[in-house]
């Protein structure tokens, strides 16, 4: 007792002289928010006037006179003019490195013109390495305003193209699939620029067309087989692609509003090339990477090394990714009754279920966080039973053990309250529904949509909180698309008008939740992001409309207006 008084009166002292400290020597601020809406996603104040940064992180966040203490002459002062601002989002179940390479790659779905498509290549040739080839697809000629003057066979001839690329070859895949547009330093590079002694037998493929004009000459267009003449030169991933994948993928985060990422499974190259970004001070992104559980000796060696808790918060591995089912698309989601629209057919595991019990005890024993995609109702039993079996045999290490299921599209409404009661935090991707609902019920029929799929207001009322998110490339990263989707249950055409089984609709500020407070607890990350709360990192979304209030029909017409990663600026709109 006496021990306890005399070190409660000199933890008062010492409290006292830091206040007294703090009174005369105020810290300041490098960057000061004020003037628009800010939602903290902090219930002891969800709503403040002004937030105040030091470095990266988060020093004040209240009223706009007390903020203004902590100005000095070096604070950069950011007026949002009436913009909206939230805790920077995460996203909750990704593939960083799949968002990379798809960025890599130009996207000509939109294409109107051969200039435009032209255009996009100059663009990319700017700040392409010398001799990079450059790759693209989704162009149709059929979706062109107008026909370019030269053509052979109702197709565009490569000479534009080339002109803007001498010296970066380029291949774009047709919106087909079933062929592609080549420039010429890609043909030399194929050998197909000169008549040698093959001859213009070269040019014969079969199963294949490679065109060519009046005189003989390829034209650009490959169709068929033969595309591989081009493509068998395109190099497999290089240190020096994943490297331009990689900061594409950071980009394309900030341009989003995306300041932490949940990486769903990653093996030994990813894990080596994110340290090499980290230490070349480009990880302007806080990863949260799930060890891909295909790996068995990886998982080996990070059970014996333990879990990297990144003092830096950029770079964090906890958490292990296991695979158990397929998609409701293919069939393949693993279901308790058989596919309404197959009959006979339940879909499978892709891994035998003795292993997520057994990865659940190694996660248990060695402090790492088990994640298990699971899509149908059957798997998400068995996955839910092995868990279970995990923290019955080992109840003095799951007293806080997170541990997911990835998707958790459909469940049996007798598992629905089995995640509160096991605090396992399922992980799902709104924008799912909005993309899949409406074929989702052939598969699965209309009483088990309406009772089992895409249960986010009953999980969320048993007590457990969802995490967000996308899966790009599945979907893309676009965190508006979800929310809305979270927030309506419609296409994102607005369809039906009062959504998919409404009464599973999030709130905005659940749907808010998942993107930020509720995205970092389920990473064991909510003590230091995912709400403007001092002491946090300075990480911020601002939106150029406020999402929270906005009418519904407008919430698609959001722009991320600017993104602030540790207190920097690293995105205007
Ligand atoms: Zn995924």
């Known amino acids: 007792m006496r021990l306890r008084n005399s070190l409660f009166v000199r933890m008062s002292i010492s409290f006292l002289l830091i206040t007294a400290c703090k009174d005369t020597v105020q810290e300041s601020a490098t960057l000061l928010i004020?003037?628009?809406?800010?939602?903290?996603?902090?219930?002891?104040?969800?709503?403040?006037?002004?937030?105040a940064v030091k470095d990266n992180t988060i020093l004040f966040a209240g009223s706009l006179a007390e903020a203004e203490q902590y100005k000095n002459d070096q604070t950069q002062l950011l007026d949002l003019n009436g913009k909206t601002m939230t805790p920077g989002l995460i996203e909750g179940h990704g593939h960083f490195m799949g968002l990379g390479y798809n960025e890599l790659n130009l996207d000509l779905n939109n294409t109107t013109s051969y200039q435009e498509i032209v255009d996009a290549v100059?663009?990319?040739?700017?700040?392409?390495?010398?001799?990079?080839?450059?790759?693209?697809?989704?162009?149709h000629q059929s979706k062109w305003t107008e026909m370019p003057p030269e053509t052979v066979n109702?197709?565009?001839?490569?000479?534009?193209?080339?002109?803007?690329?001498?010296?970066?070859?380029?291949?774009?895949?047709?919106?087909?699939?079933h062929a592609g547009f080549a420039n010429a330093k890609a043909m030399e590079i194929a050998g197909?620029?000169?008549?040698?002694?093959?001859?213009?037998?070269?040019?014969?493929?079969?199963?294949?067309?490679?065109?060519?004009?009046?005189?003989?000459?390829?034209?650009?267009?490959?169709?068929?087989?033969?595309?591989?003449l081009i493509t068998k030169h395109i190099p497999e991933n290089t240190p020096a692609k994943d490297i331009k994948a990689f900061e594409m993928a950071v980009a394309a985060c900030h341009k989003n509003g995306i300041t932490g990422f949940h990486d769903a499974g990653i093996g030994r190259e990813t894990i080596a090339l994110y340290e090499e970004m980290k230490a070349k001070d480009k990880m302007k992104i806080r990863l949260y990477s799930m060890l891909t559980g295909g790996d068995k000796e990886l998982l080996n060696e990070w059970y014996k090394k333990g879990p990297m808790v990144d003092p830096d918060n950029l770079v964090t591995i906890r958490s292990v990714k296991l695979n158990c089912d397929g998609a409701l698309g293919s069939r393949g989601a693993w279901l308790l009754e058989?596919?309404?629209?197959?009959?006979?057919?339940?879909?499978?595991?892709?891994?035998?279920?003795?292993?997520?019990?057994?990865?659940?005890?190694?996660?248990?024993?060695?402090?790492?966080?088990?994640c298990s995609h699971a899509i149908g109702d059957r798997a998400n039993r068995e996955v839910l039973d092995r868990y279970e079996l995990a923290f019955t045999e080992l109840p003095q290490l799951a007293t806080d053990h997170r541990f997911r299921i990835e998707h958790a599209q459909h469940l049996h409404p007798e598992d629905i309250p089995r995640f509160a009661q096991l605090k396992?935090?399922?992980?799902?991707?709104?924008?799912?529904?909005?993309?899949?609902?409406?074929?989702?019920?052939?598969?699965?029929?209309?009483?088990r949509i309406k009772e089992g799929a895409y249960m986010w207001q009953s999980l969320l009322k048993s007590g457990i909180p969802i995490v967000n998110g996308t899966d790009v490339p599945v979907e893309p990263l676009n965190p508006i698309a979800s929310f809305?989707?979270?927030?309506?249950?419609?296409?994102l055409q607005g369809t039906p008008d009062e959504g998919y089984e409404p009464a599973e609709k999030m709130t905005r500020e659940q749907a808010l939740r998942s993107y930020t407070l509720d995205a970092a607890y389920g990473a064991f990350e909510e003590g230091i992001k995912g709400s403007i709360t001092v002491g946090k990192l300075a990480d911020f979304t601002?939106?150029?409309?406020?999402?929270?209030?906005?009418a519904e029909k407008e919430l698609l017409n959001t722009e991320i207006a600017m993104t602030i990663f540790g207190g920097e600026i690293v995105y205007t709109k």
């Open 34 to 51: 004020f003037g628009g809406n800010i939602y903290t996603v902090d219930d002891t104040r969800p709503m403040v006037e002004a937030v």
């Open 122 to 139: 100059a663009e990319r040739v700017k700040t392409a390495a010398p001799g990079e080839w450059i790759t693209g697809r989704g162009w």
């Open 484 to 491: 809305y989707a979270s927030v309506t249950r419609k296409t």
């Open 424 to 447: 396992v935090i399922p992980a799902m991707q709104a924008i799912h529904m909005s993309s899949d609902r409406a074929w989702a019920i052939d598969r699965l029929g209309e009483q």
């Open 154 to 177: 109702g197709f565009q001839t490569h000479d534009l193209l080339s002109a803007v690329s001498p010296e970066n070859p380029v291949y774009l895949g047709h919106a087909s699939g």
């Open 542 to 550: 601002i939106y150029n409309q406020d999402i929270m209030k906005v």
């Open 338 to 370: 058989a596919y309404t629209d197959r009959p006979g057919h339940f879909g499978h595991e892709t891994l035998p279920m003795n292993f997520v019990e057994e990865t659940a005890i190694d996660g248990l024993q060695y402090g790492f966080q088990v």
């Open 192 to 228: 197909l620029m000169e008549l040698d002694k093959e001859g213009i037998s070269k040019f014969e493929v079969e199963g294949g067309e490679v065109m060519r004009d009046a005189m003989g000459r390829p034209t650009g267009i490959f169709n068929e087989l033969a595309q591989s």
